[in-house]
């Protein structure tokens, strides 16, 4: 080959395509990245709505990353349980700590994962950074993919990691299609002050024209995150502040207080995804490029960084093995745990989501029936579907703990 080489190179630069290229860095591996954003960009940026729910096994890979561990403490808000509420049908249920653990993760505020996780980055002598370019044409090789660049820059890779988004423009070009769900909604997210002390218990509360998650990040501040419909949310676009204010006091009741805002405020619609493959020739989906989920169980941003994770340690235990880490069958393997971990809770958060929606006799007895089963596994939520080994499949974990915890819940009540 005439163009250079690297093992692998990362195309998008969101967390989980910050957190890929920084672990297969600090492994050895020689990595190239590609974002259409600037340095300057990826160094800066500000609140933007999102302060992101991350499990306690992603935080302590991220920590071993470098990444956390930099965290101010005003950024890093513990969440010590989950309530969900269904206000229609007049059930609640607490999820708590898994044993062992004082919480079930932590509130951090994405913009500052990334400006961490790219300060990071920079410091690793064996990445290669390609910024301000998008991936204009593919070429698979015998023993690369051969990467075209906007600018006209060539680029050779043994192993290609697509996480350039939900839309994902690198998906089409290795001709993997995707089957989307359109919802009709949007998610409003801001900030705000509010009278009531917050206890660090998160509380998703699902009432007749939608659902609102209240993010406790501080005793007096908490992030909001409201599924409204996309009629509300053009009305509400309108508002000024204060009227935003209004509307919000209207909708959260007597639950915080009064409430003011303490940032700016974002609208966002929603929708879900799934690629119909994880993996191509020498070439992997990680992120939204591969499952886009809806936020509503709060597991997008974890289930991008579980795959990220499965990646790279599937491709440094071939390496450890003296296998060439770029073979088929080694994609393969992630690819079957990748799709064993994500399916299973795309298909149940996009039917809650449907379900929670309407509010027909069949549908309402169905939400008690649920409400009620799920019951028992209140312990099990704070393993977040996930375990420390990157090379297990997490829901095996949760089942393997399953009979300790329902007999743990017997003897307490």
């Known amino acids: 080959m005439n163009t250079d080489r690297v093992d692998l190179t990362v195309v998008g630069l969101g967390s989980v395509g910050l957190a890929t290229a920084l672990a297969a860095a600090q492994a050895g591996l020689t990595v190239a990245v590609v974002d259409p954003q600037s340095a300057q960009q990826l160094r800066g940026g500000d609140f933007d709505g999102r302060d992101v729910a991350i499990s306690n096994a992603s935080l302590r890979w991220l920590d071993s990353l470098g990444i956390t561990r930099e965290l101010e403490n005003d950024q890093r808000s513990s969440i010590r349980g989950a309530h969900v509420i269904d206000d229609v049908i007049g059930k609640k249920l607490a999820f708590g700590p898994a044993a062992g653990e004082q919480d079930i993760g932590a509130f951090v505020p994405e913009y500052r994962l990334r400006q961490l996780a790219f300060g990071e980055l920079e410091k690793q002598a064996n990445c290669r950074f390609l910024l301000g370019n998008k991936v204009a044409m593919l070429d698979h090789r015998s023993d690369a993919v051969v990467l075209t660049l906007d600018d006209g820059q060539e680029l050779g890779t043994r192993l290609l990691a697509a996480v350039d988004g939900r839309r994902s423009p690198l998906r089409g070009m290795l001709g993997i299609g995707a089957a989307t769900q359109e919802y009709g909604t949007h998610m409003l997210c801001c900030r705000v002050e509010h009278e009531v002390a917050g206890d660090g218990w998160t509380s998703q509360r699902f009432v007749a024209d939608?659902?609102?998650?209240?993010?406790?990040?501080s005793e007096h501040v908490s992030s909001l995150a409201l599924m409204v419909s996309a009629n509300d949310a053009a009305q509400v676009a309108h508002l000024d502040d204060a009227g935003f204010e209004q509307w919000l006091n209207r909708r959260l009741g007597d639950s915080l207080g009064q409430v003011s805002l303490a940032s700016r405020r974002f609208s966002v619609p929603l929708g879900s995804h799934y690629a119909d493959r994880f993996v191509a020739e020498r070439a992997v989906l990680l992120g939204d490029a591969a499952v886009g989920m809806l936020p509503i169980t709060a597991h997008g941003l974890n289930l991008g960084l579980i795959g990220?994770?499965?990646?790279?340690?599937?491709?440094?235990?071939?390496?450890?093995?003296?296998?060439?880490?770029?073979?088929?069958?080694?994609?393969?393997r992630h690819a079957r745990r990748a799709h064993a971990t994500a399916k299973p809770l795309y298909l149940a958060t996009n039917e809650i989501c449907r379900l929670f929606k309407r509010a027909d006799p069949i549908s309402l007895q169905a939400r008690r029936a649920l409400m009620q089963l799920s019951g028992p596994f209140e312990q099990l939520v704070g393993m977040n579907c996930e375990q420390d080994n990157p090379r297990e499949v997490p829901w095996l974990g949760v089942l393997k703990s399953l009979p300790r915890a329902l007999i743990s819940r017997g003897l307490a009540s």
């Open 210 to 217: 939608g659902c609102m998650a209240i993010l406790p990040l």
């Open 308 to 332: 990220a994770r499965s990646f790279i340690a599937e491709v440094l235990a071939a390496r450890s093995k003296g296998e060439a880490f770029d073979e088929p069958q080694v994609l393969k």
